[in-house]
């Protein structure tokens, strides 16, 4: 895929492939295209170029709701859960495309899932701290059942320990055999995580392998990622 | 206290209209980021609706009211579909020069294929009755005014509050892309806006048409310009701080009317517009501040 804003190119000539019941995680550093990357599959933002195939389907620039029909669900970068709604609207909103009656059973399972949630449903989602507003994005993704999970930088923001839960929801959504395409910052953290990895830089892929091969890989962590290897 | 009791009463009743407008010019600036400016007309369309069905159909203002919100919902939605619909997504400026264009079409159309001047109809007998209530003397037009309004708030708060459709309408109000993310439908959600927003100044248009038992092609302008200053009273985008700020604006013309002194009675509004560009030296956002979500 190619993504273009004006004269500025997001993505260029990006390819990936996420298999089913896979963890695939993509890292680069700021300004990469990772969120670009994300804006273009769900239909945010349309490719310039290239086609976006949903088990063989082009679904390119199709409206993030049609999409989310087929099972395609995005946990946006920074949450974007709605502050002056309650956590349950949050959450009701998020069963948008279920009948009604499904939306409400959905919602009895995912707050059994996520006990926090049940216990603040009626607050306002403004005033959950970081960690459970980013479990009431997820949870909120979860409503529809989707097949494919997309997290943007899931743990941005959070402290130490909210980031460990983070990761753990994510190794619980694994379990479940969910295919999920994560894109985050905290490389060491979601290369352990992911059984594919991406990684991206200007627009480009410039690296791809197992997340344990590109874990180890000290030259990726220097070069790429400003970190020491 | 009597006339303070009155003076009270007078305001809420005018700022009702405002505040019916002003929520309107809200929802659709919650969705759409666009200070619509065709909103007058729907009042112009809905007093037209109203002089259309008294050619028809005689005095009977019960059918008279129905007719004029039917008339301003239908032709809110059509300035959706028509012509906000094609723009959606383009720069503000775009946006506002779009909604200019229609008001200016709409007035234009009035103008030609009816007439320049106003049509009249009679307005209802009680308009210019009067009631003492503990000794205070209250227009009855006022109470009428101000119980529809309120009648009218109540009646969509709760569609607002535990329906998708209003759950959707808040959020997309929040951040338009996250609902979209959710699978909340972008065309529907902004008809819906519109649609309110027709609905409501479809019963602002009736309680104008009848106190001025008149519709004019321009007739839209003054409610609008107050609706868009109650709007930013209370905080751009904020519904609740629409309908405040519209019965604070109402109120506001009201006090300033009854407290100046006679030779500076023609100068009400000008105080009135002092006193709110002093409220937002101290809060720039109004009364209450949105956070919104900038668009992808």
């Known amino acids: ?229 | 206290m009597t006339e303070l009791a009155q003076n009270l009463v007078d305001g809420l009743g005018r700022g009702s209209i405002y505040a019916l407008l002003a929520l309107g010019l809200a929802v659709v600036f919650g969705v759409l980021h666009l200070l619509n400016f065709a909103h007058g007309e729907l009042v112009t369309v809905g007093a037209y609706a109203t002089y259309a069905m008294f050619l028809a159909l005689g005095g009977n203002w019960w059918v008279f009211m129905p007719a004029a919100v039917l008339a301003a919902t239908a032709t809110a939605v059509a300035t959706e579909i028509v012509a906000f619909r094609r723009v959606r997504g383009a720069s503000p400026f775009t946006l506002l020069l779009t909604s200019f264009g229609l008001s200016v079409l709409i007035q234009a159309g009035l103008r030609t294929f009816l007439s320049d001047k106003g049509r009249k109809f009679p307005k209802p007998a009680w308009v210019f009755d009067s009631v003492q209530v503990a000794g205070v003397r209250l227009e009855v037009y006022d109470l009428v005014t101000l119980t529809v309004t309120l009648a009218v708030l109540v009646g969509i708060l709760w569609p607002l509050r535990r329906t998708l459709f209003g759950i959707a309408l808040r959020a997309a109000a929040e951040d338009f892309d996250a609902a979209r993310l959710m699978g909340v439908q972008a065309d529907r959600i902004l008809t819906g806006a519109f649609a309110l927003s027709g609905f409501l100044a479809g019963i602002a248009a009736v309680l104008i048409a009848i106190r001025l038992g008149e519709a004019k092609p321009l007739m839209g302008l003054d409610p609008l310009l107050k609706a868009i200053v109650a709007t930013i009273i209370g905080g751009l985008g904020s519904m609740g701080g629409a309908v405040i700020g519209g019965f604070a604006l109402g109120l506001a013309e009201v006090l300033f009317r009854a407290w100046l002194p006679d030779d500076l009675k023609g100068l009400t509004d000008g105080f009135v517009f002092a006193a709110i560009a002093l409220l937002l030296v101290f809060r720039p956002h109004g009364l209450i501040r949105v956070v919104r979500a900038e668009r992808v």
């Open chain 1, 1 to 229: 895929m190619t993504t273009t804003y004006g004269i500025i190119t997001g993505l260029r000539d990006a390819s990936l492939r996420i298999g089913a019941g896979e963890i695939v995680a993509v890292v680069g550093p700021n300004g990469a295209g990772k969120s670009t990357l994300l804006a273009s599959i769900v239909g945010l933002v349309r490719p310039a170029a290239g086609r976006v195939l949903l088990d063989g389907r082009d679904v390119t620039g199709w409206a993030p709701d049609r999409l989310l029909r087929r099972g395609v669900a995005l946990v946006p970068e920074r949450r974007r859960i709605f502050t002056d709604l309650s956590v349950l609207e949050n959450l009701l909103l998020g069963g948008a495309v279920l009948r009604p009656a499904t939306r409400r059973a959905r919602v009895a399972e995912l707050l059994e899932l996520f006990p926090v949630l049940a216990a603040k449903r009626a607050e306002p989602a403004g005033y959950l701290s970081g960690g459970e507003a980013q479990q009431l994005a997820i949870a909120r993704a979860l409503m529809s059942r989707p097949r494919l999970l997309l997290l943007d930088e899931p743990s941005l923001g959070l402290a130490p320990t909210l980031v460990d839960l983070v990761f753990d929801l994510i190794a619980r959504l694994r379990a479940e055999g969910r295919t999920i395409l994560v894109v985050e910052q905290n490389v060491r953290r979601v290369l352990a995580l992911a059984d594919r990895g991406y990684v991206l830089r200007s627009g480009r892929v410039t690296d791809t392998g197992t997340g344990a091969a590109l874990a180890e890989r000290g030259d990726l962590f220097a070069a790429y990622l400003g970190e020491p290897g």
